[in-house]
């Protein structure tokens, strides 16, 4: 079946299937992703990846690592749903005049669908990134010497709460629902919306990168222009054009990362912006600060998009449409 033929709540039915299942199962690394991104010389808490999951295990607990997952699963089906099916969209209208698609239309076709996704993309990275940060600040703390975290919303008291620095036993979760209101309600809806130049940055060279880079990757695999490419030759374009896409935009996910981190540990800096982030990573960090986490990254994006795109065409949306109630929706 071709791409243009599949209809829209199919491609979203499987962008967000896709997504559960993918972030489900990398969601542990995307953890230590955000932890490594936002330690500094001098107070490192975790050596690298696998220390970064020991400490987690050892200290929160199995479930430790998915601190964060309940905001990421929910929101994670429109963004994966809107990013995939835009492109398609996208991909098509470029390509009305039957010449096909040269790579210029193809980045354009990404660069739409990247800013399409944002919407959805910096709310739920902002209240992920609370809560996933919320462990290294409590471990720092436990570090000999070092001065109780910033808070930077020091009036909001679900705000400080929500980091748990100090785990003490009457201290409570609290949810990202609880952090999304607060911020509503102190900041209102750019609260939300913080670091939104930043996810820009990063999501729309990522998709310019990503989509044309699987699409020809994909092409290779074809057996002839009419067949589609093997089950196991779109799971591993997708894994291929994913991890190389994440690597070359993830200096952007470290600005983006510590933009977005509203509560600071000891000695750590905070930012005006994307140029006053950049400014002081290069000076107080050195270039190669902007690579933190861009391994971790590259395990998380890798099966995340080939799970997407397997889904994506092997046609799991199709199928739940056409033996469902919702049948009519394909029309």
């Given at each position: 079946m071709s791409q243009q033929?599949?209809?829209?709540?199919?491609?979203?039915?499987n962008g967000g299937i896709a997504?559960?299942?993918?972030?489900?199962?990398?969601?542990?690394?995307?953890?230590?992703?955000?932890?490594?991104?936002?330690?500094?010389?001098?107070?490192?808490?975790?050596?690298?990846?696998m220390d970064c999951?020991?400490?987690?295990?050892?200290?929160?607990?199995?479930?430790?690592?998915?601190?964060?997952?309940?905001?990421?699963?929910t929101l994670v089906t429109p963004e994966k749903a809107i990013k995939l099916a835009a492109n398609d969209f996208f991909r098509h209208h470029l390509g009305k005049n039957g010449k096909g698609l040269t790579v210029v239309k193809e980045m354009l076709a990404g660069c739409g669908a990247g800013i399409c996704q944002v919407v959805i993309t910096t709310p739920m990275e902002m209240l992920k990134i609370q809560l996933?940060?919320?462990?290294?600040?409590?471990a720092q703390q436990r570090m000999p010497g070092v001065m109780p975290p910033i808070k930077l919303a020091a009036t909001n008291t679900v705000l400080t709460r929500s980091y748990n620095v100090i785990p003490a036993?009457?201290?409570?979760?609290v949810s990202a629902t609880q952090i999304a209101r607060e911020l509503l309600?102190?900041?209102?809806?750019?609260?939300?919306?913080?670091?939104?130049?930043?996810?820009?940055?990063?999501?729309?060279?990522?998709?310019?990168?990503?989509?044309?880079?699987?699409?020809?990757?994909?092409?290779?695999?074809?057996?002839?222009?009419?067949?589609?490419?093997?089950?196991?030759?779109?799971?591993?374009?997708?894994?291929?054009?994913?991890?190389t896409a994440a690597v070359a935009v993830n200096p952007c996910d470290v600005v983006k990362t510590r933009l977005q981190s509203l509560s600071k540990g000891a000695n750590e800096e905070t930012y005006s912006g994307v140029v006053d982030c950049v400014s002081k990573i290069l000076k107080k960090e050195g270039p190669t600060a902007f690579l933190k986490g861009a391994g971790c990254r590259a395990l998380?994006?890798?099966?995340?998009?080939?799970?997407?795109q397997v889904m994506y065409f092997v046609g799991i949306g199709e199928y739940i449409l056409d033996n469902s109630p919702f049948r009519l929706l394909s029309v």
């Open positions: 033929q599949i209809s829209l709540p199919a491609k979203l039915i997504g559960i299942v993918g972030v489900t199962c990398v969601f542990p690394i995307d953890l230590v992703k955000t932890r490594l991104q936002n330690q500094r010389q001098g107070h490192q808490v975790y050596k690298n990846m999951l020991i400490k987690t295990v050892r200290s929160e607990g199995y479930f430790g690592m998915y601190r964060g997952a309940a905001v990421n699963l996933q940060d919320a462990g290294r600040l409590a036993p009457a201290s409570r979760a309600r102190t900041q209102g809806i750019q609260g939300l919306y913080k670091g939104l130049g930043a996810t820009i940055m990063r999501d729309v060279p990522f998709s310019m990168v990503y989509f044309p880079l699987f699409a020809n990757l994909n092409l290779l695999g074809k057996p002839s222009p009419e067949e589609a490419a093997p089950f196991h030759w779109a799971f591993l374009s997708g894994c291929l054009a994913g991890s998380v994006i890798a099966p995340l998009f080939g799970i997407a």
